[in-house]
């Protein structure tokens, strides 16, 4: 049963400290910082003031409200003071030794019914525990930073957690205004696994040689909604956080090919390009911003197209690209194979283009394809064999741009780079769940709030079709040999059956 807490020990005022100490006061909770370094936690109640100061400047907050949050926020000179805890939380380095001395000396100070959250973001919360005369009540309570604009919060049962510690944090959370999400206690929990995705994914397009950073991130913006690209958002975090923690989770899942990390990533760490922070990573920046705007790809000036056959085993969408073609001025052949002259536009799911064209028995010289899986309407994406003609992709470019939409040209790759990325993104959270480290909803709610995807992975999965997704990585799989492309079986099951990755299987007992 849920235990209420009203009075709340943070140790630790850093960024995060801080941002848990912000919530829980504006949530009414007496919330007392203690810091062990000298001066510490005043000066983090003293930003929290000027924090409060601008949120009512901004017409955010009322005065009154700041006020009385200010009068639940107290500094402690000692741990000790903090022993009429309900519930105490730590956000202090992420250093094993450390917390488990903390929480070590914690033990000692608070009451037996006190709860002990770890704030960690990769560490075992059953390794934190070990050693307490009560690991039950030790648990995870996973906050994101700026804490109080990341509105969820992953709360991780150890072995020895108590259900009501958990069910204690998850009713906690739901009160700091956030969306609590049950993980299990493995790598990387929930956000920080499902993320690895995204990020392996994008170094391993740019290591292909697919296409350049800013027509990666590029392409993932435009075309698939992400707020940021891979390689820009790796500039943002910075390498020397981002790259230890990709080698931590592939470490630590027994290096399983789907979390390889990049060599590219290890040697800018080397090299110091961080990204912002050093003013240089994969882009180069000035206070903080990026000294040159990436620029797109210019649209040539073609003034005599070709005749063009669409190569596609699905009908519709051959009828969509070639209605699409002929509105914008293209001449579209409909004989079943193209003329000497036609430049062969495939719409390919998981195919190279090179396997593509094999597929369709058509001169690779004469050959492009278009990315069809999220639709033509924000972006278009095409594709080049290692011998298309310049004449050819000018021409599909020029006329695929034409009424404005962007268009990128890439390299030859294995599902272009939205469907090897969805389909990896996707993928991923299916073993999740597969793995019961967490719920389907809560995966979702998980990675859309956590992340900032535009959509919960599963049901993005749904939207554009399991089967179609299992397909992509069957063949990306068959033709790399990669088993970072292996479909899970949740995925692979759900796809056979026609229902929702959304769908659990019903208990065995």
Not at 213 to 229: N, Q, S, V
Not at 361 to 370: A, I, M, S
Request: proline share 5%; glycine share 8%; aromatic share 6%.
């Amino acid at each position: 049963m849920a235990r209420e807490v009203s009075r709340l020990g943070i140790v630790g005022t850093g960024v995060m400290g801080a941002g848990i100490a912000q919530i829980a006061a504006q949530a009414g909770l007496e919330v007392a910082l203690y810091d062990k370094r000298d001066g510490a936690a005043s000066a983090a109640c003293d930003g929290l003031q000027a924090t409060f100061d601008k949120l009512v400047g901004k017409g955010k907050l009322s005065r009154e409200s700041a006020e009385v949050a200010l009068s639940h926020l107290s500094v402690v000179e000692s741990m000790t003071a903090l022993a009429d805890r309900d519930m105490v939380i730590e956000a202090i380095v992420e250093d094993l030794g450390i917390k488990q001395a903390l929480f070590a000396d914690l033990e000692a100070i608070v009451s037996r019914d006190c709860v002990l959250a770890t704030n960690t973001s990769s560490l075992s919360v059953t390794a934190i525990a070990a050693g307490l005369t009560c690991p039950g009540r030790v648990a995870g309570f996973h906050f994101f930073n700026p804490v109080p604009l990341m509105k969820v919060i992953e709360v991780i049962g150890g072995i020895d957690t108590d259900e009501a510690v958990v069910d204690t944090l998850l009713k906690l959370a739901s009160r700091l205004g956030h969306t609590g999400v049950r993980a299990q206690d493995t790598p990387g929990f929930i956000v920080n696994h499902a993320g690895r995705a995204y990020s392996t994914e994008g170094l391993k397009i740019l290591e292909e040689r697919v296409a350049p950073p800013e027509d990666i991130d590029r392409i993932l913006r435009e075309e698939a909604g992400f707020r940021m690209g891979p390689l820009e958002l790796f500039d943002l975090t910075g390498l020397d956080v981002s790259h230890p923690a990709m080698e931590s989770i592939f470490t630590q899942f027994y290096y399983d090919p789907r979390y390889r990390p990049s060599y590219i990533s290890r040697q800018m760490l080397k090299g110091n390009r961080l990204g912002r922070k050093t003013g240089i990573g994969f882009y180069r920046y000035e206070a903080g911003k990026k000294a040159e705007a990436p620029v797109a790809q210019q649209v040539p000036e073609v003034s005599d197209l070709p005749p063009i056959w669409v190569g596609c085993e699905d009908t519709a969408l051959r009828e969509e690209v070639g209605s699409l073609l002929e509105s914008l001025g293209g001449r579209v052949e409909p004989a079943d194979s193209p003329s000497k002259k036609a430049l062969c536009l495939l719409l390919p799911f998981g195919d190279d283009a090179v396997s593509a064209s094999e597929h369709f028995g058509v001169d690779p010289e004469r050959t492009l394809c278009l990315d069809m899986l999220l639709g033509l309407k924000r972006h278009r994406t095409l594709m080049m064999t290692p011998v298309t003609r310049q004449e050819m992709r000018d021409a599909a470019h020029a006329l695929l741009a034409s009424d404005g939409v962007g268009v990128t040209v890439i390299r030859d790759s294995v599902g272009f780079v939205s469907q090897r990325m969805l389909a990896s993104v996707v993928n991923l959270a299916c073993d999740i769940a597969q793995r019961e480290i967490a719920t389907p909803t809560d995966i979702d709610n998980a990675v859309r709030l956590g992340l900032n995807y535009p959509h919960g992975p599963l049901a993005w999965g749904d939207a554009l079709g399991p089967k179609r997704l299992l397909a992509i990585l069957e063949r990306i799989n068959a033709l790399t040999g990669d088993p970072r492309y292996r479909p899970s079986p949740w995925l692979r099951r759900r796809a056979a059956l026609g229902v929702s990755l959304l769908h659990e299987a019903p208990s065995v007992r």
